[in-house]
């Protein structure tokens, strides 16, 4: 089974200054790496996702995140926060399977941008 | 496309009853998977179908709880004798069910279950 580690519970950052999210993954095996965000009320949307080729990500919104293999870790970063990206972020990872992907979410990363 | 759609979006009980969610995913799609939100946690997998069939059960689903897909369409998640340990958000979300790179989960806004 995969597990997902997201690092900072909560992060708080002021108005247009940059952002890393961390994630990091445990496989043996090949996956496919996603951020998903949770505006409040709301419900999950993919923000990005990693399934092969260039280890860099763009997503909506201007979130990017890198693919690293050898670090496991697939970090979410922006590099001008508003005060709209204030959500919850979920690492996601799922298995290569042909039979069908069960997806695993870390345990969330709280964002508060200040103005 | 009208979404995934959840209901009712809040449920409170009392300890012992039963309760049944509703889950409407978004059309042609094929899968339609159950998730479970604590606070302070990430979606955990319960349970998942390919149109009708339920391929994949988590042991976190006890006995108590049961979901049914009757026709492929709309998905009910019921939990017999709630317990206290039983309140969270539940989550539905629907793919098209395409393997690979395809498979992409499209959420609904959950049903936030409170026992009593």
């Known amino acids: 089974a995969q597990s997902v580690t997201q690092l900072d519970s909560q992060v708080p950052v002021f108005e247009e200054a940059p952002v890393e999210l961390r994630c990091n993954y445990s496989s043996s095996v090949s996956v496919y790496l996603f951020w998903y965000v949770q505006y409040p009320n709301q419900g999950l949307q993919l923000l990005l996702k990693y399934l092969s080729g260039s280890t860099l990500v763009k997503g909506i919104n201007g979130f990017e995140a890198e693919f690293n293999k050898s670090q496991t870790s697939f970090h979410l970063r922006k590099p001008s926060v508003h005060i709209s990206d204030t959500a919850e972020y979920f690492c996601a990872v799922s298995d290569r399977s042909p039979t069908g992907n069960q997806f695993y979410f870390g345990t969330g990363t709280s964002l508060t941008v200040i103005p | 496309d009208t979404g995934v759609s959840q209901n009712p979006r809040h449920k409170i009980t009392k300890r012992g009853q039963n309760v049944t969610f509703r889950c409407d995913p978004i059309?042609?799609?094929?899968?339609l998977y159950w998730y479970r939100q604590t606070l302070g946690q990430g979606p955990e997998f319960l349970t998942y179908f390919q149109n009708e069939a339920q391929l994949e059960k988590s042991r976190l689903l006890s006995d108590r709880f049961s979901a049914e897909r009757p026709k492929g369409s709309f998905s009910t998640l019921e939990i017999q004798r709630t317990e206290q340990g039983d309140s969270a958000m539940y989550l539905c979300?629907?793919?098209?069910?395409?393997?690979?790179?395809?498979?992409?989960?499209?959420f609904g806004s959950g049903t936030q279950l409170s026992v009593l």
């Open positions: 979300a629907s793919s098209l069910g395409a393997t690979g790179p395809n498979e992409k989960l499209f």
């Open positions: 059309s042609e799609h094929n899968r």
